[in-house]
């Protein structure tokens, strides 16, 4: 198990150097000069020949690169311009807010996804079998930023129940909940959906199986059958989603923050982006790219845990 | 032998289509792509005319799904939208299809050194969310219709590059590949003659489905203001412009989010029907 949990580490750390990478050369990649994509066009003369130096683009690229990567490890990311602060600030400001949000839409999520395909499952062939499996499968189509716009229409428009804009640690914690409501909703149903068809599988491909069979003969009840031996089974496939969903909710909150007005990463990225402020986008990038490998790597550590299978491999 | 591949076509297509969820999804993306190719023909307006005198009206008979703020009719920026969404939806697939099958083809054939950078290229790829991954690339190579197909093709482009790579490892050590290096064919010929076809069928599954996903994106990248440029019709666009009319016409914002949803469901399926037909093994649970 430890030659696996190091072989999965040194992975990870080779997946990180690679994005760094991409990162780093983001800059030379846009188009025009470097030192204006870092501070932007409305600069002096003097200003753009103390960047350059600072920039150290008198120097080798692989200078440069390691240059920017041990600022960026020990925690300097840079000045972005748009804010006029340091980036580091800037995105710690706003990380705890999407992490906030993307947390509760995956557990929310996961769980709902759980339980309604466990449902699905034990019920193939039924009305609630076909009610959930055709929603599930219209709301993984769904597009986060749709559901988000008809969710503000119906609830802050129309029926004034909850607010349409914003979310802040700082609100009266009543005002926060329900600021958060539409924002978690509309990043969870993704999620609640694609749990559901995996768990909803799941679910059926172990209804089949011996053990099954088996208990059932030793005479336990229906709900101890499901919940003791068919969820456990068949909810280890879900524990590796878990981890990919870490992916689409942090994608999600991109478009979820630009409807809601939410002062998050993946506004913060959109800006970034829409004022070419390479700062920024490179620490962002980094940070994400961080988050959903941590998350992968613990997801990949803990499945070797919940499967003995996978240890003994 | 041409009685045997009609035999087999039609075959296929009977499989193909004995699920009615299939027929429903096939007759949902032929009803959109009619709907692109004949557009003109379907309504009276252009995508870019503009009625000053007709700004953010409600559904009307002469404009069935209102207009927006600048008097175009809606239902026709929807059809017009129809194309913009279906030529970067199949031209980005087409790219990324084409790139990560060569790929994953190289990468799973020679194996070693050249399938462990590919493959944490790849993990690099993958651990920046696709959205975000496009986003970026975005600001490299700018906002029109062809750098964003570009742009959603390379983002993509992990996804076959892996699925390829599995197919290629399952089969490379096969004896029919054995006898055709034993009789001297070259590893170009083993590649593209023999290994290449049979790794063909999950390509085909995948690309349709993820014709719908990339449409999902492109409508992501539109919304957020970074895909097409304004004027073209884009379904994306319509939801991003429509969210600050909703309580004046909630049709100009909801609806092109249904077509979305009804055009990427109908590929979803389809493509989980092509993997039905081609592989009765893999029967899904739709």
């Known amino acids: 198990m430890s030659k696996y949990i190091l072989k999965r580490i040194g992975q990870s750390l080779a997946v990180l150097f690679l994005v760094s990478v991409f990162a780093f050369i983001l800059l030379y990649m846009v188009p025009g000069d470097p030192v204006y994509a870092m501070l932007g066009g409305d600069i002096t003369r003097e200003q753009y020949d103390i960047a350059y130096r600072e920039m150290g683009l008198d120097r080798s690229v692989m200078v440069r690169y390691f240059g920017w990567l041990f600022r960026f490890v020990t925690g300097d990311w840079g000045k972005s311009f748009k804010y006029a602060m340091p980036v580091v600030e800037v995105i710690g400001s706003r990380l705890p807010v999407t992490m906030f949000l993307g947390l509760i839409s995956v557990v929310i999520g996961t769980g709902f996804g759980i339980l309604l395909g466990t449902v699905a499952g034990k019920n193939r062939g039924k009305l609630s079998d076909s009610f959930i499996t055709v929603c599930s499968n219209l709301g993984a189509v769904m597009p986060v930023f749709w559901l988000a716009v008809l969710g503000m229409y119906i609830f802050s428009l129309k029926l004034g129940w909850l607010p349409s804009h914003g979310f802040s640690f700082a609100s009266e914690p009543w005002l926060m909940v329900r600021q958060a409501v539409l924002p978690v909703i509309s990043l969870s149903v993704g999620q609640i959906c694609i749990t559901t068809r995996q768990m909803r599988s799941g679910m059926l491909e172990v209804i089949r199986q011996d053990y099954i069979r088996t208990a059932r003969a030793k005479g336990l009840k229906e709900s101890q059958v499901v919940y003791r031996h068919a969820i456990r089974n068949a909810v280890l496939p879900v524990v590796t989603l878990t981890g990919m969903s870490i992916r689409n909710v942090v994608a999600g909150a991109v478009s979820i923050e630009q409807v809601f007005a939410i002062a998050g990463m993946g506004s913060l990225l959109m800006n970034g982006i829409l004022s070419k402020d390479v700062a920024v986008v490179q620490a962002c990038i980094m940070i994400i790219a961080i988050v959903v490998v941590l998350s992968t790597l613990i997801v990949d550590i803990s499945y070797g845990i919940l499967d003995p299978r996978i240890r003994i491999k | ?173 096969a004896d029919y590949i054995m006898a055709e290096k034993v009789l001297g064919a070259g590893n170009i010929r083993i590649l593209f003659t023999h290994i290449l076809p049979n790794c063909l069928s999950p390509i085909i599954v995948l690309l349709t489905a993820n014709i719908g996903m990339t449409i999902l994106a492109e409508s992501s990248l539109s919304f957020l203001g970074m895909g097409v440029n304004p004027p073209t019709a884009s379904w994306g666009g319509m939801v991003s412009d429509g969210t600050t009319q909703l309580l004046i016409n909630p049709v100009f914002a909801l609806a092109p989010g249904i077509c979305i949803m009804l055009l990427v469901f109908g590929f979803n399926v389809l493509g989980d029907g092509l993997r039905d037909a081609l592989d009765p093994r893999l029967r899904g649970s739709i």
Do not use: C
């Open chain 2, 1 to 173: 032998m041409n009685q045997e591949r009609i035999k087999q076509w039609k075959k296929f297509f009977r499989r193909l289509f004995s699920r009615k969820l299939v027929v429903v999804a096939a007759s949902l993306v032929l009803f959109f792509i009619i709907a692109a190719v004949f557009a003109p023909f379907l309504t009276p307006y252009g995508p870019y005319q503009q009625d000053l005198s007709n700004v953010l009206t409600k559904p009307t008979t002469a404009h069935w799904l209102g207009t927006d703020r600048s008097g175009r009719d809606v239902l026709t920026r929807i059809l017009y939208g129809a194309r913009t969404s279906l030529a970067i939806g199949v031209v980005s697939v087409a790219i990324a299809a084409v790139m990560g099958t060569l790929l994953g083809l190289i990468s799973g054939y020679y194996g070693g050194l050249v399938n462990m950078v590919l493959s944490r290229i790849i993990d690099m790829m993958m651990s920046i969310p696709s959205l975000m991954l496009a986003l970026a690339l975005a600001l490299v190579f700018g906002r029109n219709m062809g750098s964003l197909m570009i742009v959603l093709g390379i983002s993509t482009v992990p996804t076959y590059t892996r699925l390829m790579n599995v197919q290629v490892l399952s089969i490379k050590n």
